[in-house]
């Protein structure tokens, strides 16, 4: 059943802007107008929620885009899957590090942030990897 933008936006929990945004990127195609509200068939509802998925696990719109065929359906490549599942590995090593030294610095007996070596490792490298543009990498140590 064909679903007009509001309702798709309802439905969908996608503001219409989104909606609209997504259909200028080629992500999703309204099948027409009813006045001058875009239609939608109901199957764009799974659509969204595929392209959700991978806006969760870090996928560009550009690599989204090219997970579906032109006729719509999806063509993933389990590849692509597995090596972005090996990355959020990474991010979530280097975010788990991070957390166990944020804790260890509030916890720490010295008498300032700034005189805890863990602490001031981890400034150390947030400098360093933030010029690279990536997260704070793991310490090495089993634990932090």
């Known amino acids: ?83 972005k599942a090996d990355e959020l590995d990474r991010k979530i090593r280097d975010l788990t590090a991070l957390r166990d030294g944020l804790r260890h610095a509030a916890d720490c007996p010295a008498p300032s942030h700034l005189e805890c070596p863990v602490f001031r490792r981890l400034v150390r490298r947030a400098g360093t990897t933030r010029a690279l543009g990536r997260t704070i990498p793991s310490f090495g140590r089993p634990g932090f």
Request: aromatic share 6%; hydrophobic share 40%; net charge positive.
């Open 1 to 83: 059943m064909p679903l007009d933008i509001a309702a798709l936006s309802k439905k969908s929990g996608l503001p219409a802007s989104a909606l609209r945004f997504y259909e200028e990127k080629g992500l999703i195609e309204s099948i027409g107008r009813k006045g001058m509200r875009r239609v939608f068939d109901d199957d764009v509802v799974e659509r969204l929620s595929l392209i959700a998925l991978g806006r969760q696990a870090g996928f560009s719109l550009d690599d989204i885009r090219a997970m579906f065929r032109p006729d719509g359906s999806p063509d993933i490549d389990r590849g692509r899957l597995k090596a």
